[in-house]
Each structure stands twice: as structure tokens, then as C-alpha cells.
């Protein structure tokens, strides 16, 4: 059964870059069975998807945040990581890895933007 594990800093300042990571266990990267996504869900919001990356590396964003957003891997260590540049405020959410498209996910890691 897979395991995903969301971690990062919890408190990032305005304009810096955020990276999050998800370990991800029990599965592989590159099964082409399954694709990886963030989401996310801001204080009184609903969930919002960030964006995603398939069995072949190739990634999908949602066009709100694709300018800011990055998503990569690391097969040797079977890492996903999510890079988002320049935070505001309104970038505050928890943040989900997850895999699909059975819908496991992860715990998820609360990420707050504030100076």
C-alpha cells in the first residue's frame, strides 16, 4: 500500500519560494499506473489542485498558478517536489501530495505565508 509524506518549511515570508517535498512509499514514480498531484486548501476554502506529474515526468499546472509553480521528481530517492515562487498571503494552505488514480494521499503539511 502506498505511503506519501508531505514535509516543508510551515512558515515561508512574502515573495520567497516555497518548496515542498512528498516521500512517497510502497510505489514507484514511474509506474506508468498512477500519476502524483498537489493540492491544496486554504483557511475556509475548498480544495484547489496545484498541479500534477506523470509516470513519464511530464507535468500539468493549473493555469492560476502555472507561472509560479514547478513540480519535479526524484526517482533514486522517490521524491516529488513542489516549488512555488514568489508566496503571498493567499498562497497559506495545507498542501496534499497525492496519487491517482485510486485518490491515496498524504497527511498533509500546513504552509503559512506571513512576515
Known amino acids: 500500500q502506498v505511503q506519501l509524506q508531505e514535509s516543508g518549511p510551515g512558515l515561508v515570508q512574502p515573495s520567497q519560494t516555497l518548496f515542498l517535498t512528498c516521500a512517497v512509499s510502497?510505489?514507484?514514480?514511474?509506474?506508468?499506473?498512477?500519476?502524483f498531484t498537489w493540492i491544496r486548501q486554504a483557511p475556509g476554502k475548498g480544495l484547489e489542485w496545484v498541479g500534477g506529474?506523470?509516470?513519464?515526468?511530464?507535468?500539468s499546472y493549473s493555469p492560476s498558478l502555472e507561472s509560479r509553480t514547478s513540480i519535479s521528481r526524484d526517482t533514486s530517492t522517490n521524491r516529488i517536489t513542489l516549488q512555488l515562487t514568489s508566496v503571498t498571503p493567499e498562497d497559506t494552505a495545507v498542501y496534499y501530495c497525492?496519487?491517482?488514480?485510486?485518490?491515496?494521499w498524504g497527511q498533509g503539511t500546513q504552509v503559512t505565508v506571513s512576515s
Open positions: 510502497g510505489g514507484s514514480l514511474t509506474s506508468t499506473d498512477y500519476f
Open positions: 497525492g496519487r491517482g488514480p485510486e485518490n491515496s
Open positions: 506529474i506523470g509516470a513519464t515526468g511530464t507535468t
